[in-house]
């Protein structure tokens, strides 16, 4: 993607024309250190205006970008493509959440997460564990959301911690890094995959999410959402009355669907984008209703 942006610089120029009109003031709005195993990491944090003034406690959401070839003039492009791709922190301002972009590791020109061990597990945990000390953050109410190698740290984060995350929802991801989970907690999630990912496999989207509701007791399957090139599915009956949802969208490549940003991983060559659901709303929406069940 890196010779992508060389070839085509107004596509770069476009992505910052896009952050720009995410969401802007805010009680917090910045990029932050924070030191872990003697590592220098960095992290975006949107806290939305006015919301810290409400004294409640607030749900957070921590939102995970995918490997991403970077230019290096822009060390955080990880984090800064995902707020583009997702619309998040203008999605956060609109629904009064706080949103939390982790940076990943740099190796060579390309920004990833480290499945393999508990280097990105440890980091993705602490800045949890410091953040709901710092800042009224409920948590009950703490959610993880990725986009592929994102996603599928999230996934290892539900198998390996589930008593931390209220919720999930790994967007063109598969569990990879997380096929063993004894004694997790059935963690509710929600995925979302394009049939057609030249990236990831939609199969191994898919057994994510199967596996995962097998695992955890799910008794029946339905479809609650059928349009155009989309369908949703839920398991019922699943251990703790946990939700388990999962979205197709037909053709759809290594995408966010309706995602602000994803033109630009379309124009790239990874897939076009559906536009029939937005996954970032339907993502809130299922954290929201986790959120409430557990007031």
């Known amino acids: 993607m890196n010779r992508f942006f060389a070839k085509h610089p107004a596509i770069l120029m476009l992505l910052t024309a896009l952050l720009s009109g995410c969401a802007g003031g805010g009680d917090i709005n910045e990029w932050r250190n924070f030191s872990h195993a003697d590592t220098n990491r960095q992290y975006h944090l949107y806290v939305p205006d006015g919301l810290l003034a409400t004294n409640d406690l607030l749900p957070m959401v921590i939102n995970l970008h995918g490997s991403t070839p970077a230019p290096s003039w822009i060390p955080t492009f990880g984090s800064f493509f995902q707020q583009v791709i997702t619309g998040m922190p203008t999605h956060a301002a609109q629904h009064d959440y706080v949103v939390v972009h982790p940076q990943g590791r740099l190796l060579g020109d390309t920004q990833y997460w480290v499945t393999s061990d508990a280097s990105d597990t440890g980091f993705i945990n602490a800045l949890v564990t410091f953040l709901t000390a710092e800042l009224p953050i409920d948590p009950d ?113 290594h995408t966010w669907p309706s995602g602000p940003g994803s033109i630009v991983i379309s124009a790239a060559g990874y897939g076009k984008t559906s536009y029939t659901l937005d996954a970032t709303d339907r993502i809130w929406a299922f954290f929201d209703r986790v959120s409430t069940a557990v007031e």
């Open 141 to 253: 109410r703490v959610f993880l959301t990725g986009f592929s190698s994102g996603g599928i740290l999230t996934w290892k984060l539900a198998c390996e911690h589930s008593e931390r995350y209220a919720a999930i929802a790994p967007v063109a991801a598969n569990r990879r890094a997380a096929m063993d989970c004894p004694g997790s907690r059935p963690v509710p999630v929600m995925g979302f995959h394009g049939t057609e990912d030249p990236t990831v496999a939609y199969s191994g989207g898919r057994y994510a999410m199967e596996s995962w509701a097998a695992e955890h007791g799910c008794q029946q399957q339905e479809v609650f959402f059928q349009e155009a090139d989309s369908t949703c599915e839920r398991w019922h009956d699943c251990n703790n009355n946990s939700e388990m949802l999962f979205c197709s969208s037909e053709g759809a490549g």
